[in-house]
């Protein structure tokens, strides 16, 4: 057991939530789309999206991710994506009978380099089925490219799973006509247990994406495409609706843990010494706090050292996704700056109910060593 765990996930209690329990207890419509699913539905593209574009809600965003490649991928063998991310990215697409190819990261925002991508895009041609670039750690990445993409045929899905409650102008993917999967996972800043949603402005893809989630049947329960399983049972989608009544404040706290984190690593001194933090813009809904180490040190150590302080952290996304046994035959560009960075990183504690003290506890281990 560590003094300060790495996430220590606190979702709505089951207070906020019975009174939706008690409706699903009086309907008994569990699942299939029901009343509080469609609700949720109705009350985050409202809350998060200003009613602009539709969204469906998916068991997980694994699932999302899986669904929205195999709906809207053209012919062609190839998923392009980084490598700096989770694994489900590539695993979705390999699902939908693709292959993973990398693209390496930018240096400053950490997430897929336009630049290599379009390089690759010229050079592969029809043989790329599908984009999925992933924002990573939930940054408001400038999805502009990404529209024009989707614009000339070449679909793009988001991994955004890490992305609810990021904004900049607008929620973050809101207005994107490829789509964009978010998770509603445990870990994430809007944790419900498992969950997720799809986004697109497209209404047509979200209609048929929620076909799909459905096994595939229209009105008539005949199966016309692929489809699988993938609803939010009403019990989810419950805690979900509590989750949006208190999810200001619970942003919030987050929020104030990040700023503490700010001030300390300010006086401490750490940006001197080469310690980096992402290039972000606008507001990250930060489920973790992510930092390089300099460069001359080495993130392992950095790990070791805060544990023997009783401090847990991670280095996430290293090994990368092409250093994993199952993707290493994967083709992929360089990975000078993925391998780089996967050196450097280290996510720092930061949950809801953190306090000061053991924020600058964090902050004085990675100062004094
Ligand atoms: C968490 C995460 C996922 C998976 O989300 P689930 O809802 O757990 O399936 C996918 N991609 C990235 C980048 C993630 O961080």
């Known amino acids: 057991m560590y003094e300060i765990p790495f996430l220590r996930p606190k979702l ?38 200003r009613n602009k574009g539709s969204a469906v809600t998916v068991n997980n965003a694994t699932t999302g991710l899986m669904l929205a490649i195999s709906l809207t991928k053209r012919r062609g063998k190839y998923a392009l994506m980084p490598s700096f991310t989770f694994a489900a990215t590539p695993l979705a697409a390999m699902w939908c009978g693709l292959e993973p190819y990398f693209i390496d990261i930018r240096p400053n925002d950490w997430c897929m380099d336009e ?58 993917g809101q207005g994107f006509e490829g789509t964009v999967v978010f998770s509603f996972h445990a870990t994430k800043g809007f944790g419900i247990g498992e969950g997720g949603l799809i986004y697109s402005a497209d209404r047509p893809v979200i209609d048929a994406l929620r076909q799909m989630a459905n096994f595939g049947f229209d009105v008539e329960r005949d199966s016309r ?19 949006l009544q ?57 790990v070791r050292m805060l544990a023997a302080h009783g401090i847990q952290s991670r280095t996430y996304f290293a090994p990368s996704c092409h250093q994993q046994t199952l993707f290493q035959s994967c083709p992929s560009t360089s990975m000078t700056v993925t391998e780089q960075i996967g050196s450097r990183i280290v996510n720092l504690p930061l949950w809801e109910d953190m306090n000061r003290s053991q924020v600058s506890k964090v902050v004085r281990c990675l100062r004094h060593g």
């Open 12 to 49: 709505v209690e089951k207070e906020a939530y019975a009174d939706y329990f008690r409706q699903i207890d009086d309907s008994r419509i569990y699942t299939n789309y029901g009343t509080l699913n469609t609700l949720f539905e109705q009350r985050l593209l409202h809350e998060l999206f």
């Open 115 to 172: 630049e290599l991508l379009k390089h690759e895009l010229d050079k592969l041609g029809d043989e790329v089925a599908v984009v999925v670039p992933y924002a990573a750690f939930g940054t408001n990445m400038d999805i502009s490219g990404y529209q024009s993409l989707q614009e000339r045929g070449i679909p793009v899905v988001i991994d955004a799973a890490a992305s609810v409650g990021s904004t900049l102008d607008g929620h973050f």
């Open 246 to 302: 208190a999810y200001e404040q619970k942003k919030g706290r987050r929020e104030r843990v990040y700023g503490w984190y700010m001030e300390e690593l300010a006086e401490a001194g750490l940006p001197d010494q080469g310690w980096t933090l992402q290039d972000v813009r606008g507001t990250v809904a930060q489920s973790f706090f992510s930092m390089l180490c300099p460069a001359a040190s080495c993130n392992l150590d950095v």
């Open 225 to 243: 495409q692929i489809g699988l399983n993938g609803k939010l049972s009403e019990y989810a989608a419950a805690i979900g609706l509590a989750t």
